[in-house]
């Protein structure tokens, strides 16, 4: 018996290691094989039966790109490789014989469509990016205000890779909250949404002398996965704050004895939305609770005072209510639902909402805001008074 | 489990009385005659069969007050101690005042009369074969053989050259005795009776092999460990037949209970405040003649990430240290497979930075990852290898020119990438930090590179379970040797990745002591409280 | 007369049916696909409904102690109606085991790995647990508890890493799915993970001692339907409508995890998780499979049948579906059907006669 054992234990040992050994190393891909992508953009090519994918390849050799550039050679770190095809995973395919090699997308950060994609509907070119297996669910979508190569190709000054340059620009959002970061799989949660309208950070290229500026100036505002407009810095941040996302920011008020201004640091913003229908009509109450720190003043007073800080903090709290009544107002305009008002509807009312969402598009704009601010400044930083002679 | 021991040993004592009727069988190679009362033929036989050899010494005297009295000593001069033999044995022969005056009625061809009235020795036996006789001459004995005598006097007079009692060379330490097994078992087991003066330390003895004839004890405490393990133990010694045990490795692969398998199933060592720690555990340690090196059954794996310092220091570094070992032998095996593994296969689990500086480093490798990282392993390993045996200074030498030309030249030739040469490396030192399981270790590691090479992460998961399955299944003398682990024992678990304060381990290991496992081996509630103020101030 | 000479302690059992149970944490997805947000509270439902048919089992391993599925079966319904009922659960075992191969290989092909050939995986994980078999259930159980311990701790520590990601309101409106979804979801649930445990009437019989039977297999039950609640609200908080559309929303969530550009890209977690988890599984069907056939061959070990029952279920399991669509399909809607008299009907029916009859008496005073 325990030979027998033994026997068959060789036997499944050989056979083990035949399979090792023939099936050889399939699926292998030494790293130096690949053409790791950081970006790529979407286009619409001439010819408008064809896109044009541009996609941003590592070049292995920025290692040695300082030896180069004494030399006085391309000392880009990228390769800005493109190709046509019919659909997006055709031309990714058409791009290998460029680059000879497949091209490995998991580390690409961003996805940039030209703006006639977006015109055009995004649902039919975003379906690859969420379905190959190498993409992540956490890579940045963005439209390009004009096209999506020309962002590609705006090298940065101190980055090395325009689209990691993008990618962290999107990410810093937090300073301003005026656009927000979107991914993949946001996007592809808002898609699936039949009410909301999706947004997307919108990324301009300013002439800046004889360099290229990229620089994020709004979102566009998606019906349906087709573009409809553009939002503002300001519009952005009107919604957030209704959505409660603010992370930070500068307020401006004019200071209470009206010579120069109060300029306040967001620190903390927070917000409520809780909707009710009431005798058929729809309200939503909305509250935004905020505090900030005073973070410059222009004025020769001491702001830094009970009385003066509730002057200030009505004020802000003024500013508040009207970016965010600005932002839902232009929603109404465009008759998009970029808060997400029916989802939040439909998450209470769950029962009404069978017969809203029919005809939603005739009752958002019938929609009521009722929004309620609360502020508070709760530090000023270094100063207990301003470096001015006290009177 | 009981019954499995049971199978077990029932097996072995059949096998061990077949093999026993088989040896009575077989025609003895030494005669197992007895001595004849008649000096000159013994002289003669034994003559004979040690083929002459030149430094066997037969010293024939007469003795008695008129010399009537015939008698020889033989003994092999480089074995025994001769001012020993001329100031105990052959002193008080010729010249005692006993055997000077006449009318002593002593009849001094009776061995026993000489034993009791002339020889100031303490070990000495009496023999009557002439077998036992050549066996303690060999052993470095001085045979006295009398004229009209059938028996034969061996007196052990062995003079042994022995190393001083160093530090051991394998295990040092920073705390704790520096003392270490010399090849003497005799000093050995004093070292280990200085440890524990217990009336039930008990040592026995095995003569094992044919030629050789070493020396073998198994020293245990009686009260604590498990009969059923020393009468193990002493079947599996005896059933080795073999000619010669030069080391107790020899041992180990005879009495190990799973030969076919990487891990070792007996733990060695040669510091004898390990062993005796072990020992009072409920282990039994098995002392071979001739090597410092002293095995200890049964081993469980997490016994090889203990080390003796761990209970000289405070518990809190001991359990950081013990977590560092976990961690760097999972480095040293998996380290290089995990590299390829990544790299090859799974490059989307590398975060963006890195990924591309490993691509620039990379840049000009002309090899597969694979291939660059069994070129170093290889490199490494025989750099170690060529350390060890070579004498000290051109040891240096080597590691000199091991770390310029494979670390250095070959990055800065672009055969290897530079990341490649912080892996090997760093497994390497990991690799140092559970000296008990380099060897597995080391051969694990070609293993999950081989899988990772060929089948990515999925290989080396599948290698891990693989390991696993086997690791659990192996049994030490019918102790798991994941215990306590698997099977999970939680008042085990106070020393495996952390080590419990000594006052809070009060219980022996349940699965090795099983017969009274319940007992303590110390008091509880030994905690050290703070001092009461009244203690002090009532002075 | 038993086959296996082996014997696992109840705590051990514990930690099988705990691993065993959370081993279908990625077969979850498909009930997702139908029972969206709601998902936690199909599984709660599920496991209420099966809790009694699994302790059933216990009872039934605890009447007929040290006697396996195929021995009770003899006994209870006779030789010939014992025999083809036994066939019947071993064409289960057969096709089930096949699945969760089948599953480890569109992991790794789809996720992890794509380039690999299919088979190839198969054929290495089922060595794997072909090996594991050769080695007794005693090793299986003893190391049981390393994995369940393993899994629990990456279900909480991705859902750590997510909590920020996640949104609870997802969970809103809790009732508005149409009942007869709920219910498909809640017998989808009910016959996969929790009702996959039958199996585990063939390993009872190697139980050292029944005494705490009952209770540790309803332990094993709770911290295996634990996990998959974990794993589900980690989803449906995470993804909330996008569940619904990934080929795997676990995977997916795990993939989201971004924590301070370090602790990103964690799919090595779910990786390692789904593999040593559904290892667990797959080896004990596959245990349960040979020894269920050896018995009702009458072998006297069920080591002969190891190596070619691992060749027939790799055929099955790379031949049996066409793509994942497939599998969904068949599972939602074939599957479980045929395989609920099994899990619902049989055990339950066997202590009722067992009761009626007074069987295991009859036995005791065969045996001595």
Not at chain 1, 57 to 80: I, M, Q
Not at chain 1, 181 to 193: G, I, P, R, T, Y
Not at chain 3, 355 to 366: A, C, H, Q
Request: net charge neutral; with cysteine.
């Amino acid at each position: 018996m325990g030979k027998k054992m033994k026997l068959s234990n060789m036997k499944l040992i050989s056979c083990f290691l035949m399979l090792f050994i023939l099936s050889g190393c399939i699926g292998a891909r030494e790293i130096n094989d690949l053409e790791i992508v950081i970006g790529m953009g979407v286009d619409k090519d001439e010819n408008p039966e064809n896109i044009l994918l541009t996609a941003q390849v590592v070049k292995a050799t920025a290692g040695k790109a300082s030896e180069n550039e004494s030399r006085g050679e391309d000392s880009k770190a990228f390769w800005n490789v493109s190709s046509r095809g019919n659909s997006v995973f055709d031309a990714v395919r058409q791009i290998t014989h460029k680059t000879g090699n497949r091209l490995f997308i998991s580390h690409n950060q961003a996805v940039i469509f030209g703006k006639d994609i977006a015109k055009e509907g995004l649902q039919e070119y975003i379906d690859f990016f969420l379905r190959a297996h190498e993409m992540r669910p956490t890579a940045l979508i963005l439209i390009a205000e004009d096209r999506a190569s020309d962002v590609l190709n705006a090298k940065p000054e101190t980055e090395k890779f325009p689209a990691v340059n993008i990618a962290k620009l999107i990410k810093t959002y937090g300073f301003t909250s005026n656009f927000y970061k979107v991914n993949m799989e946001d996007f592809a949660s808002c898609l699936l949404n039949p009410t909301k309208a999706q947004l997307v950070p919108l990324v301009s290229i300013i002439q800046d002398g004889e360099y290229k500026d990229v620089y994020v100036s709004g979102m566009v505002v998606f019906k349906k996965g087709k573009m409809v407009s553009k939002l503002t810095h300001d519009d952005v941040r009107g919604l957030l704050w209704i959505l409660g996302k603010v992370k930070s920011g500068v307020i401006i008020v004019p200071s209470p004895n009206e010579q120069g201004k109060a300029v306040l640091e967001i620190i903390k913003a927070k917000s409520k939305v809780t909707p009710e229908i009431k005798d058929g009509k729809i309200v939503m109450h909305i509250k935004i609770r905020e505090e900030s720190s005073l973070s410059e003043q222009t004025t020769s007073e001491n702001l830094a005072t009970n009385e003066a800080f509730e002057k200030i903090q009505e004020a802000s709290a003024e500013v508040i209510r009207k970016e965010a009544m600005a932002a839902f107002n232009k929603s109404v305009e465009l008759n998009a639902d970029i808060f997400g008002f029916g989802e939040m509807l439909h998450k209470k009312y769950s029962k009404e909402w069978k017969t809203l969402k029919d005809n939603w598009d005739e009752i958002y704009p019938t929609i009521e805001l009722n929004i309620d601010v609360e502020t508070k400044i709760i530090k000023t930083d270094l100063l207990k008074k301003p470096a001015s002679p006290s009177e | 489990m009981f019954g499995y021991l049971f199978k077990k040993i029932r097996y072995f004592s059949l096998k061990n009385k077949n093999e026993c009727m088989l040896q009575n069988t077989k025609p003895g190679k030494n005669n197992s005659e007895p001595i004849s009362p008649d000096l000159e033929k013994n002289l003669e036989v034994i003559k004979g069969i040690l083929r002459d050899s030149s430094d066997v010494t037969t010293h024939e005297f007469n003795f008695g007050h008129d010399r009537k009295f015939k008698g020889a000593l033989i003994f092999i001069d480089s074995l025994t101690d001769k001012a020993e033999i001329h100031k105990n044995i052959l002193q008080p022969l010729m010249y005692d005042v006993l055997l000077l005056q006449n009318n002593v009625d002593m009849d001094f061809t009776k061995i026993d009369t000489i034993r009791k009235n002339l020889i100031s020795t303490t070990d000495n036996l009496k023999v009557t074969l002439l077998s036992d006789l050549l066996d303690n001459l060999l052993a470095g004995a001085a045979i006295l053989l009398i004229n009209g005598s059938k028996e034969a006097l061996v007196i052990k007079s062995e003079k042994r050259e022995s190393r001083g009692i160093e530090e051991p060379g394998t295990e040092s330490v920073v705390r704790g005795p520096r003392e270490g097994f010399v090849e003497n078992v005799k000093v050995n087991i004093a070292l280990l009776r200085r440890k524990i003066k217990d009336t039930d330390l008990c040592i026995e003895k095995f003569v094992i092999g044919d030629k050789s004839k070493t020396d073998v004890y198994i020293v245990y405490i009686k009260s604590v460990a498990n009969p059923k393990l020393i009468e193990e133990i002493r079947m599996r010694l005896k059933r080795i037949k073999i000619e010669a045990i030069l080391e107790s490795g020899y041992i180990e692969q005879f009495i190990e209970d799973n030969p076919y398998s990487i891990f070792p199933t007996i733990s060695n060592s040669e510091k004898p405040d390990k062993v005796a720690a072990k020992i009072l555990e409920g282990r039994a340690a098995i002392l071979v003649d001739g090597t410092p090196f002293v095995l200890v059954a049964p081993m469980v794996f997490i016994e090889s990430f203990q080390s003796v310092e761990d209970y000289y220091a405070r518990p809190f570094f001991a359990s950081v240290i013990r977590i560092i070992r976990f961690l760097s032998y999972i480095i040293s095996t998996l380290g290089p497979a995990i590299y390829v593994a990544l790299t090859v296969f799974h490059q989307e689990l590398i975060p963006t930075q890195l990924l591309i500086s490993i691509a620039e480093g990379r840049e000009r490798v002309p090899f597969p990852a694979i291939m660059e990282a069994f070129l170093m392993l290889f490199a490494f390993d025989l750099l170690r290898e060529a350390g060890v045996r070579l004498p000290k200074s051109v040891g240096q030498t080597v590691g000199i020119v091991g770390a310029i030309v494979l670390g250095q030249a070959s990055v800065e030739a672009g055969l290897i990438s530079p990341i490649m040469v912080i892996v090997v490396s760093s497994t390497a030192i990991a690799s140092f930090a559970v000296p008990a399981q380099t060897d597995s270790g080391t051969i694990l590691r070609y293993i999950y590179l081989a899988l990772a090479g060929i089948a990515g992460g999925f290989g080396v998961i599948m290698g891990l379970l693989g390991t696993l399955l086997h690791l659990a299944s192996l049994r030490s003398f019918g102790t798991p040797y994941l215990w306590p682990v698997v099977p999970l024992n939680f008042s085990g678990l106070k020393d495996v990745f952390i080590r419990m304060p000594l006052w809070a381990m009060s219980k022996r290991p349940k699965a090795i002591v099983w017969n009274d496992f319940d007992s303590n081996n110390q008091n509880p509630g030994l905690m050290p409280s703070p001092y009461k103020k009244d203690n002090i101030d009532s002075k | 007369m038993s086959i296996e000479k082996g014997k696992i302690s109840s705590q051990q059992l514990l930690f099988l049916i705990a691993g065993f149970v959370q081993g279908s944490v990625l077969l979850i997805d498909f009930t997702v696909g139908l029972t969206e947000h709601q998902t936690w509270m199909v599984i709660l439902a599920a496991l209420a409904i099966t809790t009694p048919v699994v302790l059933s089992y216990a009872v039934l391993a605890k009447r007929f102690p040290g006697m396996n599925l195929v021995q009770i079966n003899d006994m209870v319904y006779g030789r010939f109606l014992g025999k083809v009922v036994s066939v019947y659960y071993i064409f289960f075992f057969l096709m089930t085991l096949s699945f969760n191969i089948r599953d480890v290989g569109e992991l790794y092909t789809t996720f992890l790995m794509p380039d690999t050939p299919f088979v190839f995986l198969l054929v290495v994980f089922t060595a794997t647990c072909t090996y594991a078999v050769t080695k007794g259930i005693e090793v299986l159980a003893r190391i049981s508890h390393l994995f369940v311990v393993t899994g629990i701790f990456i279900l909480i520590s991705t859902f750590i890493f997510l909590i920020d990601q996640m949104d609870f309101s997802k969970f809103l409106p809790f009732f508005e799915l149409p009942f007869i979804r709920i219910f498909q979801g809640i017998h989808i649930v009910s016959m996969i993970p929790f009702g996959e445990t039958v199996a585990f009437l063939i390993i009872m019989g190697c139980l050292n001692n029944t005494e705490h039977v009952v209770k540790n297999t309803f332990f094993g039950l709770l911290i295996g339907a634990v996990s998959l609640l974990i794993g589900a609200a980690r989803n449906t908080a995470v993804l909330g409508r996008t569940q619904t559309i990934w080929t795997s929303p676990s995977f997916q969530s795990i993939r989201l995890i971004d924590i301070g550009t370090v602790l990103t890209r964690m799919d090595f977690l779910i990786g390692i998780g789904q593999t040593i988890l559904i290892f667990l599984k797959c080896s004990l069907f596959f245990y349960v499979l040979v020894v269920a056939i050896s018995q009702l061959l009458g072998l006297k070990s069920y080591l002969p049948l190891v190596l070619p029952l691992a060749a027939i279920e790799v055929i099955i399991a790379a031949t049996v579906y066409q793509s994942p669509v497939d599998h969904t399909m068949i599972t939602q809607n074939a599957g479980i059907i045929y395989s609920t008299p099994l899990v619902f009907i049989i055990p339950p029916l066997s202590l009722l006669i067992a009761k009626i009859r007074g069987l295991p008496k009859s036995e005791r005073g065969k045996g001595t």
